[in-house]
């Protein structure tokens, strides 16, 4: 079971990039999901998420009108699409998948992927 992301690197401020996230293992269909990010000497924040109920999506107020995060069940992939990039969007990217079992809702999280962003 295991959460892998690609697609993260060095851009211009302004500029865009998209992080992908392929899960194996499981199904992500079943899993509510999200991005998260870590910038250096900072706490991990919650970017954005798609609720398991309704498909309904949630965004941080800093990245709200710029990030775009999708599903494709298909590929069992889950993206997060980067317009309008700002200096303070660099960080490390995780996605996260949530689930529930008996014991509880649980968590797989993404290695992480840096994205900088040149001001």
């Known amino acids: 079971v295991q959460l892998v992301e690609s697609g993260g690197g060095l851009v211009q401020a302004g500029g865009s990039l998209r992080v992908s996230c392929a899960a194996s293992?499981?199904?992500?269909?079943?899993?509510?999901i999200g991005w998260f990010r870590q910038a250096p000497g900072k706490e991990r924040e919650g970017v954005s998420c798609?609720?398991?109920?309704?498909?309904?999506?949630f965004y941080a107020d800093s990245v709200k009108g710029r990030f775009t995060i999708s599903r494709d069940n298909a590929k069992n992939t889950m993206y997060l699409q980067m317009n309008s990039l700002k200096h303070e969007d660099t960080a490390v990217y995780y996605c996260?998948?949530?689930?529930?079992?008996?014991?509880?809702?649980?968590?797989?999280w993404g290695q992480g992927t840096q994205v900088t962003v040149a001001s």
């Open positions: 996260n998948a949530r689930g529930s079992g008996m014991r509880g809702p649980f968590d797989y």
């Open positions: 293992g499981f199904t992500l269909d079943y899993y509510a």
């Open positions: 798609i609720s398991l109920s309704d498909g309904s999506t």
